[in-house]
């Protein structure tokens, strides 16, 4: 099992809004917190050694992976899996297939990030597309949130392996033995939402998940006892969106309101230690780093605007999958709930 | 027209989750803010009467309508139809459509007053199902989102109307010409989203709305050209939910970090002017009120459980739609993108 030996984790160095200016440093980052992990820089070679952020790095516990292209931030997937064979993105996840990595953290585009897994990792037995995992802040502490956006239709087969893998996820990396299921609808009386939640909330009571029923959008950041929250792509992706964006907006009319006048400027200098507390704990960044559930490998999906600290945190992500063994875990909870052999006998 | 008489609103006095006590001030509110505004208050009379409540309320300038039955605010709307054709919420909407009052308003269950309304009031031509439009505060000042849960499922020729009937509201009661109307998915590229979507996007680009194209949850908030959001219920819903979550969660982090210890309750003291504008420019109080579009009159839904301040909100939504000719406007609209001649033509 991989839990024993030091973690190596491959980085999509080129990838993201910023690139080589974010992703080196959160790897030197990541290199003085955690000793044992090992991570293969994937990029362009003589830009990564000539960089400034590349003196900070300790070389000796870094491999610099050399590729020639890189994938574009709004580049179509089909041209990234015909044409960007050599992008750092795409030999970030083929390190991972040859096992010379156990996970790659990548802040490229979603859908090249996503079909090029797909293509060079495959799916987990039983699992067609991935869903795409978050965390999200809540009153019981976090909650992981799927699918935020593979898929733009799901069965409500779908949503049952998305519970399945989201479970597994939290009993790996959250150590919690039992956690709590949610399935996103617009009521939590059975009587209301579409035929889909519908169908799915009646798969899910024949599961052995610890399935709690219904929750509404606001459940997912104040029912204390409350661990996954499934959902299809479109409305995972348009809800959290949406969260997004008021958080923000809340944010700048505070910001607003404190620049205000002298007495508002006065009062903020005094609540700057408070403002500084709340919006560490709000702070995206720090939930930066989602899943691509589902496929034969870890793949983390990094914000693509994410700065230093948030790229670390997605590539700790990366280093606690690695070390829960996750991808078995899954492998094998799928395999149960197919009422089929583990995995471990098959793939003996 | 409307437009020349003195509105009047039928107040369904025993709705919501606290009933008279909020209710009645409310109709005090707006006596004292508006001289021309009269209201049929619909409920239990004896109980209304002795309410403390009803010596702040003008006597001489409002009726009241005996009911006996309240709708309960987890009750089936199947049972309503049946059972409460004396209840306040049920008489309220039948004031409208004999023409004794040209808007009701009521803080009671959802389904149970969108069930009524349709059976009493019966839907504009062409629409199938009523959509629940409700306002939200955006960079822009503020945007009409629809729809928020009435549907479970929406055709695009349904989404389309939404947009219509939106356009038509923005137009009515903020005076915009031309109202921008955004369609809520996945991402601003073309080729992201489901099917529906797709569909709907074709059919908008046909009418003569000013669509602006597919707009991301974030936009809703941050978008300063955009007036309108068209979604289909399920996802509006679970949206507006998560956003309300999300608020309630930010603002309760910032109050525990506020009481943390005795300097940040110093800073708490100092920044109260500061969080007191913050708050009431997000307010969701402040935005209460949804209407139900596509029916033959006007109904707006109040939070269940308002406060006074927010219901007050509801009924002065009623007002401006009355005094702004809404359901002509709609009418009017849906019968020119059904290329029919004008409505005025058909009633005449």
Same mark, same amino acid.
């Given at each position: 099992?991989?839990?024993?030996?030091?973690?190596?984790?491959? +980085?999509?160095?080129?990838?993201?809004?910023?690139?080589?200016?974010?992703?080196?440093?959160?790897? =030197?980052?990541?290199?003085?917190?955690?000793?044992?992990?090992?991570?293969?820089?994937?990029?362009? %070679?003589?830009? +990564?050694?000539?960089?400034?952020?590349?003196?900070?790095i300790d070389a000796a516990r870094i491999d610099i992976? &050399?590729?020639? !292209?890189?994938?574009?931030?709004?580049e179509a997937p089909a041209n990234v899996l015909r044409?960007?064979?050599?992008?750092?993105?795409?030999? =970030?996840? %083929?390190?991972?297939?040859? @096992?010379?990595?156990?996970?790659?953290?990548?802040?490229?585009?979603?859908?090249?990030?996503?079909?090029?897994?797909?293509?060079?990792?495959?799916?987990?037995?039983?699992?067609?597309?991935?869903?795409?995992?978050?965390?999200?802040?809540?009153?019981?502490?976090?909650?992981?949130?799927?699918?935020?956006?593979?898929?733009?239709?799901?069965?409500?087969? !779908?949503?049952?392996?998305?519970?399945?893998?989201?479970?597994?996820?939290?009993?790996?990396?959250? %150590?919690?033995?039992?956690?709590?299921? @949610?399935?996103?609808?617009?009521?939590?009386?059975?009587?209301?939402?579409?035929?889909?939640?519908?169908?799915?909330?009646?798969?899910?009571?024949?599961?052995?998940? /610890?399935?709690?029923?219904?929750? %509404?959008?606001?459940?997912?950041?104040?029912?204390?006892?409350?661990?996954?929250?499934?959902?299809? @792509?479109?409305?995972?992706?348009?809800?959290?969106?949406?969260?997004?964006?008021?958080?923000?907006?809340? !944010?700048?009319?505070?910001?607003?309101?404190?620049?205000?006048?002298?007495?508002?400027?006065?009062?903020?200098?005094?609540?700057?230690p408070v403002l500084r507390r709340t919006k560490a704990?709000?702070?995206?960044?720090?939930?930066?780093?989602?899943?691509?559930?589902?496929?034969?490998? +870890?793949? +983390?999906?990094?914000?693509?605007? =994410?700065?230093?600290?948030?790229?670390? /945190?997605?590539?700790?992500?990366?280093?606690?999958?690695?070390?829960?063994?996750?991808?078995?875990?899954?492998?094998?909870?799928?395999?149960? !709930?197919?009422?089929?052999? =583990?995995?471990?006998? &098959?793939?003996?």
């Amino acid at each position: 099992m991989s839990t024993s030996k030091p973690p190596i984790i491959a +980085i999509d160095a080129m990838g993201g809004d910023i690139g080589l200016d974010v992703t080196l440093a959160a790897v =030197a980052h990541i290199q003085k917190r955690y000793h044992d992990v090992r991570m293969i820089v994937v990029g362009d %070679e003589p830009a +990564i050694r000539s960089h400034k952020s590349f003196s900070a790095i300790d070389a000796a516990r870094i491999d610099i992976h &050399h590729t020639t !292209q890189v994938v574009a931030m709004d580049e179509a997937p089909a041209n990234v899996l015909r044409h960007k064979t050599d992008s750092s993105m795409w030999k =970030a996840i %083929e390190l991972v297939r040859d @096992g010379k990595a156990q996970a790659c953290v990548s802040a490229g585009n979603t859908g090249a990030l996503m079909a090029s897994s797909r293509y060079i990792l495959k799916m987990l037995p039983g699992i067609s597309r991935p869903a795409i995992c978050a965390v999200v802040p809540s009153r019981g502490g976090h909650v992981h949130w799927l699918d935020l956006g593979a898929n733009v239709e799901a069965k409500p087969e !779908q949503l049952v392996q998305f519970a399945v893998m989201g479970s597994e996820l939290v009993k790996a990396v959250d %150590e919690k033995p039992n956690p709590i299921v @949610g399935l996103l609808n617009i009521g939590e009386e059975a009587i209301k939402g579409n035929d889909m939640v519908k169908e799915t909330s009646k798969l899910l009571e024949k599961t052995d998940l /610890n399935y709690s029923g219904f929750v %509404e959008g606001n459940d997912i950041f104040l029912k204390e006892k409350l661990d996954i929250v499934v959902c299809d @792509g479109f409305v995972g992706n348009v809800a959290l969106k949406s969260v997004e964006g008021i958080a923000k907006y809340i !944010q700048t009319t505070l910001e607003q309101e404190f620049r205000r006048n002298i007495f508002s400027k006065i009062a903020a200098l005094f609540s700057l230690p408070v403002l500084r507390r709340t919006k560490a704990r709000i702070d995206p960044r720090r939930y930066n780093g989602a899943t691509l559930l589902g496929l034969q490998g +870890i793949v +983390i999906k990094s914000h693509g605007n =994410a700065d230093v600290f948030a790229f670390a /945190n997605a590539i700790n992500v990366a280093r606690l999958e690695i070390t829960n063994g996750i991808i078995d875990h899954i492998r094998c909870q799928l395999d149960r !709930q197919q009422n089929r052999p =583990a995995a471990e006998e &098959h793939t003996a």
